[in-house]
């Protein structure tokens, strides 16, 4: 099956720096990217919807200013979380798709720690 | 996307099967059946999905209601690695891999 990838898997940054997170489709250039965030004991809730040389499409009540996605290729996209803080940190999974086909491939997550 | 109810939590032994309810009463003539299941600590993984007839793969089965307003994910023996949250999400047709995640269903597995 198709492979998507996150890189790091864990982070910890100091509160008010940037981190970056990459997603990447292995084996396959992915139409369209992903991002969603998961707090401890809840459900993925989605953050963003990427498209490749686009501007990403943000869900309401997302602050597209902290969190800038680019999507520079299609196998790659990347969220920076801008200023980070304590309250952001949390589960952040990407997922991608391609063509026609109906199932998201996810990655595996990366557990971000503001302290 | 029309919204689905599971139950919070389930139990299930080691080895025998497993059904994982879910209610779409309002579900529309176009929307597709999902079933991812998260492990913990990972990403989602897709298990199956179906709009009308029932569907079987290497994972699951899926059974789907005459009217389709109710679906059930079928683990025909469950193990250990089986245990995981299992969301039932639905997908319009014209949709492009958006899914909308509700809480899913806890799936115990006791040895």
């Known amino acids: 099956g198709a492979v998507v990838s996150q890189h790091p898997s864990r982070v910890i940054c100091k509160s008010g720096t940037s981190v970056k997170i990459e997603c990447r489709s292995l084996?396959?250039?992915?139409?369209?990217m992903f991002w969603y965030r998961q707090f401890p004991k809840q459900s993925l809730m989605l953050m963003a919807t990427s498209n490749e040389g686009s501007k990403a499409t943000y869900e309401q009540g997302v602050e597209k200013d902290k969190f800038l996605i680019n999507h520079a290729s299609l196998t790659l996209s990347t969220l920076t979380v801008t200023s980070a803080h304590p309250e952001d940190s949390s589960f952040y999974i990407c997922?991608?798709?391609?063509?026609?086909?109906?199932?998201?491939?996810f990655g595996q997550g990366t557990r971000l720690t503001v302290v | 996307d029309a919204k689905t109810t599971q139950p919070n939590s389930m139990e299930s032994n080691e080895e025998e099967p497993v059904h994982l309810p879910c209610n779409h009463s309002?579900?529309?003539?176009?929307?597709?059946i999902h079933w991812y299941r998260q492990l913990p600590s990972q990403g989602p993984e897709y298990v199956i999905h179906g709009l009308t007839s029932n569907v079987n793969n290497r994972m699951a089965s899926l059974a789907i209601a005459e009217d389709r307003k109710s679906s059930t994910l079928i683990l025909h023996r469950a193990t250990l690695r089986d245990a995981a949250v299992y969301y039932c999400?639905?997908?319009?047709?014209?949709?492009?891999?958006?899914?909308?995640f509700g809480q899913g269903t806890t799936l115990q597995v006791k040895p």
């Open positions: 309002t579900i529309s003539g176009t929307d597709y």
């Open positions: 084996d396959f250039q992915a139409t369209t």
């Open positions: 999400i639905l997908r319009g047709s014209s949709n492009t891999g958006k899914l909308i």
């Open positions: 997922s991608a798709v391609y063509g026609g086909n109906t199932e998201a491939f």
